[in-house]
């Protein structure tokens, strides 16, 4: 597949939305009980674009847009400043094409430039595929939250994983600040 990897704008909240709508319709991957709307995620989309990054993968042949990935803040305490929460979600039957590696690749690319330093990630138990490719991705597992998420009539796990963006984190923070 030839994909175009791009920053995503307000065109493309209603196909974001339209793919990520899946996923809280019909799986445990996304805790999110409603699918958000068009404007809901035309908001999104500006609110973490602004700040640290949201992509869309594009079919070449087609213009459609088959997948997204995106960085928003890790937590609301100054002291996280510099970590970001990645997540990547693609069209049905778009896994283990390679759309998801070139999106979380472009997207780290990106999260790095402006001048973040680990990504965190959380999985939603059991997702092999997720979890494969944060793996070959460098990601390392730190932890799992038992039972900490009700969605579909079962208890679900939640899997922490993280990745730094630079090799080294000792010392002083970096000049300036991310974003």
């Known amino acids: 597949m030839d994909l175009t990897i791009r920053p995503a ?3 493309d909240a209603a196909a974001c939305a339209d793919i990520y709508g899946f996923y ?26 602004a700040g640290h990054a949201w992509l869309v993968a594009e079919d070449r042949a087609t213009g459609d847009v088959v997948g997204f990935a995106y960085g928003s803040p890790y937590s609301a305490r100054e002291a996280y400043r510099w970590a970001v929460e990645t997540s990547v979600y693609l069209e049905v039957g778009r896994r283990r094409t390679g759309a998801g590696r070139a999106l979380y690749e472009a997207l780290f690319e990106r999260l790095a430039e402006r001048g973040y330093r680990r990504l965190v990630a959380g999985l939603a138990l059991p997702n092999d595929a997720s ?28 899997m922490r994983l993280q990745k730094d963006l630079v090799p080294e984190l000792g010392g002083a923070p970096p000049a300036g600040e991310p974003g």
């Open 131 to 158: 979890l494969g490719l944060h793996m070959a991705l460098g990601f390392e597992v730190v932890g799992t939250l038992r039972r900490i998420g009700w969605k579909h009539g079962r208890w679900r796990d939640v």
């Open 9 to 11: 704008t307000a065109d």
């Open 24 to 49: 809280v319709r019909h799986t445990h991957v996304s805790f999110e009980t409603e699918p958000p709307g068009t404007a809901e995620m035309a908001r999104r989309i500006a609110g973490y674009a």
